[in-house]
């Protein structure tokens, strides 16, 4: 038979069944008190008590007990037990239960002492050292965040003091270079007003010049009439005596009407040629660019990273599949295309260079450059063979004559050169341009040297006399370039809000406007036929304008603008150079 576990006690109470010793307290009813008051509610209590209490004469207002809360010390057992449900020390805590509780059945436990004030006390400071220590690690935070934040402000002060210091300084340095500036134009001043007169001068001299030359040539015109009329009317000896001393009369006023002023003449110097070349192209049948015949146009052959900075412009030589490429970190180099193989390179300008022309049999490269120079190649001697420093500017561009003996130059100096490559000097300087020379070109085979400025205007000047022959009015920006097509007969156009005109020659007019805007064009080339004209553009892009449709394509694959393009002799490629340092080669 199982043992049963004794019976523990908490607490034993008897209670005694003797009801006699009970005393019982009488309660005294008042009388006053009717069976109506079991039904009086609060509001009716606190009217009668107030009435109550005015007629005894106590004026003191009814003050209504606050509760309170008495906190019953804390015992022993009861400390203990909270502390081990605190730290879920479960089975302590029934063991602890279990001896607590025969304890206190034995009668072991007649008084459980209760827990010292100081241990919770201690308690209560060690709680509260806990919070003021979190909150002084807030506040630490907080310190070092406040004290980063303030050295990061001191930092942010004294750069900004430096920078405006330094702002104050140049802007001190500006005034005072702009004060500078104004005494140096104000220096100038009577040297332009001196350069307009004598120009004025010049100008009218030309005109009186060529009234004269007019009247010579009226006076000619009659003369030969005259002589017409005698030869005519006498057949003997004496008549061919008299056309003797006409003729002979005639060609002397021709060649006093004729002749230019005298001229220092250098020994060395080359002879400008007095008749123009004969254009083989002028009634030639020539091959028309592939893009017009070509389902879909050109499209990119190949592509290769030329120079180390921007390519900014392209030649080809005039007889093989050769091109020469021009750049920004002051080197010319020359590739085979289209396989893009590395020829030759050449090193000597101190700055960039902004132009490049083959020599019309090849054998020579001219350069032009920021450094102010033009500097002449020679392939078989494979070094510098001529340099001119006569341009106080950068040179934009150069373009070889059709003799090859001359070499034409463009500047920023507001100024085009003809320099002499035999005597190695400048026959002649073109002045008239008001503003930057961007480009130049010569006519095919002739004498006419070609420009183009940021005045907007295009002059054809002829070499012999140094004049300017005729001036085509239409841009309304600066043009970057221009050139003729292969027989000589139009002109294209491009200025710096991409638009393009195309100009009759042998007219002297507009043939025709096309919008390119608002990227500009850098340059204009026309194929050999003169059907296809090539537009590089600065959105990175080549416009292929189709003239007689009036069709406009473009070939991208730049990232970067445009800088020059151009056809190969037979129009079955087109090379493009931009300031992506990249050339593309199109077929």
């Known amino acids: 038979m199982p043992t049963q576990d004794p019976i523990y006690y908490i607490e034993k109470v008897e209670i005694e069944e003797d009801a006699e010793s009970i005393d019982y307290e009488e309660v005294k009813c008042d009388d006053d008190v009717s069976d109506s008051d079991a039904e009086e509610d609060l509001e009716t209590a606190l009217r009668s008590m107030q009435q109550n209490l005015q007629s005894e004469g106590m004026q003191e207002a009814v003050e209504i007990p606050k509760a309170t809360v008495t906190r019953r010390p804390e015992v022993v057992d009861d400390f203990i037990r909270n502390f081990l449900i605190r730290y879920k020390m479960t089975r302590t805590l029934d063991a602890f239960q279990r001896e607590w509780y025969e304890l206190q059945t034995r009668g072991g436990l007649e008084n459980p002492e209760l827990v010292p004030d100081c241990y919770v006390q201690n308690e209560e400071l060690e709680n509260r050292v806990k919070f003021l220590q979190r909150e002084i690690e807030k506040m630490g935070r907080s310190v070092n965040k406040a004290g980063t934040q303030y050295i990061k402000m001191k930092k942010e002060r004294d750069y900004h003091r430096m920078h405006h210091r330094r702002i104050v300084q140049e802007k001190e340095k500006l005034f005072t270079d702009i004060r500078r500036l104004k005494k140096h134009y104000q220096s100038y001043e009577p040297a332009l007003e001196e350069l307009k007169n004598k120009y004025e001068t010049a100008m009218r001299e030309k005109m009186l010049t060529k009234i004269e030359c007019e009247k010579n040539i009226s006076k000619i015109s009659n003369l030969t009439t005259t002589l017409s009329n005698y ?29 230019p002023k005298k001229t220092f003449v250098h020994p060395k110097d080359c002879a400008i040629p007095i008749e123009p070349g004969v254009n083989p192209d ?18 990119q052959q190949h592509s290769f990273k030329a120079h180390d900075l921007a390519v900014s412009n392209v030649a080809l030589h005039p007889m093989r599949d050769v091109i020469a490429t021009v750049s920004d970190d002051t080197t010319w180099k020359m590739w085979s295309v289209p396989d893009g193989e590395l020829l030759l390179t050449g090193r000597g300008h101190t700055m960039w260079i902004g132009g490049c022309d083959f020599h019309p049999q090849g054998t020579k490269l001219a350069t032009g450059s920021g450094d102010t120079s033009v500097k002449v190649w020679d392939f078989s001697e494979g070094e510098c063979v001529a340099t001119f420093n006569d341009h106080s500017h950068p040179v934009w561009g150069v373009a070889w004559h059709h003799s090859g003996n001359f070499l034409a130059s463009c ?46 205007t295009i ?12 001036t085509l009015y239409g841009h309304v920006n600066a043009i970057n370039n221009v050139n003729f097509n292969t027989q000589g007969t139009a002109i294209a ?19 025709e406007t096309y919008d390119f805007e608002p990227h500009p064009a850098n340059s204009v080339k026309f194929d050999t036929s003169g059907a296809c004209l090539a537009v590089a553009s600065n959105d990175g892009c080549v416009k292929m304008l189709e003239i007689e449709k009036n069709k406009v394509t473009e070939l991208a694959g730049h990232e970067d603008g445009v800088q020059s393009a151009l056809f190969n002799r037979n129009g079955e490629m087109l090379v493009s150079v931009s300031s992506d340092t990249t050339v593309k080669i199109w077929s």
């Open 282 to 299: 002028l009634n030639a049948s020539l091959p028309v660019a592939c893009h017009l015949t070509k389902p879909g146009g050109y499209h």
């Open 493 to 511: 156009s491009c200025d710096a809000y991409g638009i393009v005109k195309i100009w009759d020659v042998r007219q002297v007019v507009e043939i």
């Open 231 to 259: 030869e005519t009317a006498r057949a003997s000896a004496n008549e061919v005596t008299m056309s003797q001393v006409k003729e002979v009369e005639l060609d002397e006023i021709v060649q006093k009407a004729e002749q």
């Open 459 to 470: 002059s054809m000047w002829d070499i012999r006399t140094g004049l300017c022959a005729q």
């Open 411 to 456: 500047s920023m100096d507001n100024s085009s050169k003809l320099f002499d490559v035999v005597s190695e000097r400048c026959r002649c300087t073109f002045r008239g341009h008001s503003d930057s020379v961007n480009s130049l070109t010569f006519l095919p085979y002739s004498n006419i040297l070609c420009t183009c400025s940021a005045d907007k």
